[in-house]
């Protein structure tokens, strides 16, 4: 298990690695010098210089490479060639904001999900079971950014129940900054929902047809007992693996909730980095968001290993 | 059967095994109703694109194209008269420049199937190509495409539009481009496992025997056994691609204005919510409705190629 474990973690370093190289990359070959594009097009040619030396522009590529990796990993993403604050502040003020979006649109897509799944597939092929595939359907055709609009619509502008716009102060407030969040995480988790009610639904019909089911159930078990200690175990695999790809999902989806409800985060920030073609805070958000997919596919595969041993052998 | 003489069945046989073949995939496409409304839909979507205006017509006549079936130019304005609400005049309002937000539904189909279709068919080729190539070969060559394909499925598709669309900066080719590269690590997983079951069967074996050149081989071969996979992936992505188009078009990397795309719009309506909805929500619902008549497409086109997922 322990073997499994820290295999599965070693693994992620390589791809850690390439996606920075990736990153690294693809910001050197957009069109354009950095530093004039910061600093406009009137700027003098000492000015701009200037700002390549600081930016470390003029170095070797392969000393820019470590330097930028090893700055990183210190946690140290530079300053922002725009504003001149520095990125890592803005990041550590931001990702809050983003990961609490992120993590109660899970909670709200597996709270609710799950149950619906469950319930439909006890009822299937009736009118509930119907009506919930309609549903979900429509869910998975919404566009984030347009359910927002619509949540705004309906629960700010009709009825004037909460915010739709910003993030309220997660540092100062935290539980005030809660109002705030209820239409972005509904948006994203109400997404979310119906693509794991849809994938609860068909991986319980799937165990339901098997035979330890029919053993439990003519042994006389109660049904609830059958549902939830033998099928539900079996089901919820797929589930866990689902709930994984789903926050990967989310997690671009948050760019578009954050503009639409102009909430702080990591998304508002990198559409505000491409607009101001703001290179150095381009790629620091990059690499941070892939490191978040990383790391969530991880912890998938590590619930994975717990929840069934025999993946770990 | 029993009253064929021994000739006439060898004869036929082959030809009746085809088409019966052909029968049974369009029967259990027709089977799955939902899927048949959602082919309905989406082919309606698409005669309002092409017949949105008389082009065609317009194309021999050598002058601009006027409105067909959209009742107004897209791009008239009417300043005087902007935000003015649906009305028996125009169905669906005026924006915020007074331009006829029905007649900007019905041309904005074409960016978002341009963009949809082109992009699945860029990502689909690209990674059809990838994958077969990776499956085929093996070795080296394999494992660095797939370990890309691995580093590019770390980002979040979105994030990795957004990326090379900052590298390209925005436009309709750059974004069929961007949302290509995003599908095409999908195509490659997929086409990459397929071939390698492919290349496993005694008839590759037995054509590779008879000294097959490698070029006939991946055409004749293992090409018409993955391109089944390759296709049914490429319905399913183009509600997905259609979707992404709407993200990006909303935050601005879309067309340039005064081209309409249903993204761009529910963007230029977001400041004018309390007092205009409208421009903000029928655009949305046009992408609701697209999008789903492409879903329930590519779920029957999937049911088509594995009977089992049909639930």
Redo the contacts between chains.
């Keep these: 298990m322990i073997r499994y474990f820290i295999r599965r973690v070693l693994l992620a370093i ?3 690695l ?2 920075y190289t ?2 690294f990359v ?1 910001v050197r ?3 354009g010098d950095p530093a004039q594009a910061a600093l406009g097009d009137y700027a003098s040619q000492e000015a701009v210089e200037a700002l390549r030396e600081r930016m470390g522009l003029n170095d070797p590529l392969p000393v820019q490479y470590i330097t930028f990796l090893f700055a990183m990993l210190r946690g140290d993403f530079g300053e922002s060639l725009i504003s001149g604050v520095s990125i890592s502040e803005q990041i550590s003020y931001v990702l809050p904001y983003t990961l609490q979006l992120t993590a109660a649109a899970v909670l709200i897509g597996v709270i609710l999900g799950v149950p619906l799944g469950l319930f439909t597939a006890m009822n299937r092929n009736n009118i509930i079971d119907y009506i919930g595939r309609i549903v979900s ?2 869910g ?7 359910l927002g ?2 949540l ?2 309906v629960f700010a ?1 009709e009825v004037d129940l909460f915010p739709a716009i910003g993030g309220g102060d997660i540092q100062e407030d935290p539980l005030g900054s809660l109002k705030y969040l209820v239409l972005p995480a509904m948006t994203l988790g109400l997404i979310m929902t119906t693509s794991v009610t849809r994938l609860t ?2 991986a319980m ?1 799937n165990v339901l047809s098997e035979d330890y089911v029919r053993t439990a159930r003519s042994k006389g078990l109660a049904e609830r007992v059958v549902i939830l200690k033998h099928a539900l175990r079996a089901a919820l695999l797929p589930i866990v693996s689902i709930t994984g790809f789903w926050v ?2 989310l ?3 948050s ?2 909730t954050e ?2 409800f102009s909430r702080p985060g990591l998304g508002k920030m ?2 505000g980095a ?2 101001q073609r703001d290179y150095s805070a ?1 790629q620091s958000i ?1 690499v941070i ?2 490191a978040f ?2 790391v969530v ?1 991880l912890l998938t595969d590590l619930t994975y290993g717990f929840l069934d041993p025999r993946i770990t052998r | 059967m029993a009253e064929m003489t021994q000739d006439t069945v060898t004869l036929e046989q082959p030809a009746v095994r085809l088409r019966s073949q052909r029968e049974r995939l369009w029967n259990t496409f027709t089977r799955n109703r939902t899927a048949v409304f959602g082919l309905l839909l989406a082919i309606l979507i698409v005669l309002m694109a092409v017949f949105a205006d008389d082009w065609f017509i317009a194309i021999f006549q050598d002058r601009e194209p006027q409105p067909l079936l959209a009742p107004y130019d897209p791009t008239k304005q009417d300043p005087r008269n902007r935000l003015e609400e649906p009305s028996e005049v125009h169905r669906m309002g005026l924006d915020t420049l007074g331009r006829d937000v029905l007649s900007r539904i019905i041309y904005g189909a074409r960016v978002s199937l341009m963009v949809g279709i082109l992009s699945v068919a860029l990502g689909g080729v690209i990674g059809t190509f990838l994958g077969l190539f990776a499956g085929y070969t093996g070795g080296k060559v394999e494992g660095v495409i797939m370990r890309s394909v691995d580093v590019l499925m770390a980002f979040p598709s979105l994030i990795m539009g957004l990326m090379v669309l900052a590298v390209l900066g925005p436009g309709i080719p750059n974004m069929i481009i961007a949302i290509g590269i995003m599908l095409s690590p999908a195509f490659v997983r997929i086409v990459h496992s397929s071939t390698l079951g492919t290349k496993e069967n005694d008839y590759v074996l037995a054509a590779r025997a008879i000294g097959v050149s490698q070029w006939r081989m991946i055409r004749i071969h293992i090409l018409p056994n993955i391109l089944g996979e390759a296709i049914v992936l490429a319905s399913v992505y183009t509600a997905t691609a259609i979707r992404i188009e709407a993200n990006l078009s909303f935050i601005g990397l879309g067309v340039s204005p005064p081209t309409p795309a249903w993204g761009t719009m529910i963007r230029d309506g977001t400041q004018y919510l309390t007092i205009a909805p409208w421009i903000s929500i029928f655009p949305g619902l046009a992408i609701l409705i697209t999008v789903l008549a492409f879903n329930l497409l590519g779920d029957g086109m999937r049911d088509i190629m594995d009977p089992k997922s049909y639930s």
């Design positions: 390589p791809i850690l390439m996606v990736l990153v693809v070959i957009i069109p359907l429509v998975l055709s919404v566009p984030a950014f347009y609009i619509l705004i619509l502008v639904r068909s019909l990967a999902v997690i671009g989806d760019v578009l503009v639409v990198l559409v491409i607009n381009l990059m968001y892939a997919v990383v596919n």
